[in-house]
Structures are given as structure tokens and as C-alpha cells.
């Protein structure tokens, strides 16, 4: 019984931060597509808020804020 309840606690954990991940990263290409930042600077600055964005959000929703900023990373690195 305890190994099923925290198997099931495990899988809610890494598929709910990989969802929001994904969800920060496209919404962070859209934001970058529509925006067109013209320095680095500013695309820099808008890579690192929304991937800490990311890590915020897991972390206050108690999941992996590490696997959240990792797919987040994965999305951005193939999209933006």
C-alpha cells in the first residue's frame, strides 16, 4: 500500500513539473516570436526570468523545480 501511494506521489511529482516546464517554455517562445528582442541583452534577460519563472512556480506549487527549469531549458533550446 505505502509503495503504491508514494510510486503514485512520484508520477503526480514528475509529470505535473515537466507540464509546467513545457507550459513556461512555449509560452516563453511566443513571448520571444512576437517580441523580437533586437540585443542580447534583452534576450538574455528574458530567457533567464522566464526560466526562473519556471523553477518559481514549481517550487511554490511543490513539485521539482530542477526537472520544471530542465524542460523549460529543453523547449527554449529547440523553439527559441
Known sequence: QLIFEMSKYFLYISFASVLLG???GVVCS???KHLRPTGV???LTI???FAYLS???ADS???SG???MF???LLLNHYA
Open 61 to 63: 506549487f511543490e513539485l
Open 41 to 43: 541583452e534583452k534576450e
Open 30 to 32: 511566443l513571448v520571444l
Open 22 to 24: 513545457c507550459l513556461v
Open 47 to 49: 530567457l533567464f526570468s
Open 55 to 57: 523553477y518559481s512556480l
Open 71 to 73: 524542460c523549460c531549458g
Open 66 to 68: 530542477i526537472i520544471s
